[in-house]
């Protein structure tokens, strides 16, 4: 199925982009990506073709963009290994960006181009999307932006919430009460959160509701202020659970969506939202769409090579 793809040059000046170092680069995005029909219109290059490929090439022109913003000196062949997805290509660039200090002092930092783009999103939006597979720090780097956000004072509290899709399993046979449950599904939060804050300081938080960790259902009917907000697993929501949540974002608050949608538990002929969300919102000013792919897994190595081998499915 072709699809287009209108790729806005927003965070730098577009000439800073189009003749970086008096390159060529839209005709280096050709070259690397002869499969798709590509041109450039001012601060816009637009892009025809499969699906999978344009979201790649959205993804590498994120990449030049921002490295581009970081005063990076970028010759032709570091260009060319971008398009070409080359990571290893990229350590030379960053160390990683430092978010925060965590437990022990340890060093929370978003390690991977695209956990960066996460980041610098905050910095002129107040939601952002961050959408890729498993093990890209998509839930890791957004807790680290909200414990940082708390700590400043810059809101008042933290909640944390995702849908409580059965994935297979009942809830209904699970021992305990609801919240004991519901415990399971938000533990990925905990342990994110353990990693950050001491163990003391975090149970009086969530004792006094400063963080907050609920399902999606929870949040209906609320007016979410001064808080950082983050929706997780966004893939398992309906159209209406999306849009209930992204409609509770008050005054002074930052909302998150993360999600993967190569991992929807829905019931069949059921439309993710978050898959609708991110094409009818992605041009909204004060909303940021940042895609990761599996060069930003930064779990165990055999992991990008099973989302590879499932990718050719």
């Known amino acids: 199925m072709v699809k287009k793809l209108e790729y806005f040059i927003k965070e730098i000046h577009p000439i800073d982009f189009l003749k970086h170092n008096d390159l060529d680069i839209i005709s280096l995005i050709k070259k690397n990506f002869p499969k798709l029909k590509i041109i450039s219109k001012g601060d816009r290059i637009i892009a025809d073709g499969d699906d999978s490929m344009l979201l790649q090439l959205r993804i590498r022109l994120d990449t030049i963009v921002i490295l581009i913003k970081e005063n990076q000196n970028l010759d032709q062949k570091t260009i060319e290994a971008i398009l070409k997805g080359n990571r290893d290509k990229l350590v030379n660039f960053f160390n990683g960006k430092v978010i925060l200090y965590g437990v022990g002092k340890k060093t929370i930092k978003a390690h991977t181009i695209n956990q960066i783009k996460i980041v610098d999103a905050f910095e002129n939006n107040d939601m952002v999307f961050a959408i890729g597979p498993a ?72 004792k006094r509701g400063t963080i907050e960790i609920a399902p999606l259902a929870f949040m209906r009917g609320r007016t979410l202020d001064n808080a950082f907000v983050i929706l997780d697993e966004g893939q398992n929501t309906t159209h209406n ?29 059921t439309s993710s939202g978050l898959n609708e969300a991110s094409n009818i919102l992605k041009n909204i000013g004060g909303i940021k769409m940042v895609f990761l792919d599996q060069s930003d897994v930064i779990r165990h190595q055999i992991v990008k090579k099973i989302i590879s081998a499932y990718k050719k499915l």
């Open 135 to 206: 093990g890209t720090g998509k839930t890791f780097t957004g807790i680290a932006l909200a414990v940082k956000a708390l700590k400043e004072k810059r809101v008042k509290k933290i909640i944390l919430t995702r849908p409580a899709v059965e994935a297979g399993e009942s809830l209904g046979f699970l021992p305990g009460d609801m919240k004991d449950k519901l415990d399971p599904y938000m533990q990925p939060l905990y342990d994110a959160l353990k990693e950050m804050i001491a163990t003391q300081k975090l149970n009086d938080f969530l």
């Open 241 to 269: 659970q999306m849009k209930m949540f992204l409609t509770r974002m008050g005054n002074n608050a930052k909302f998150m969506i993360n999600g993967d949608p190569g991992q929807i538990d829905l019931p069949k002929k």
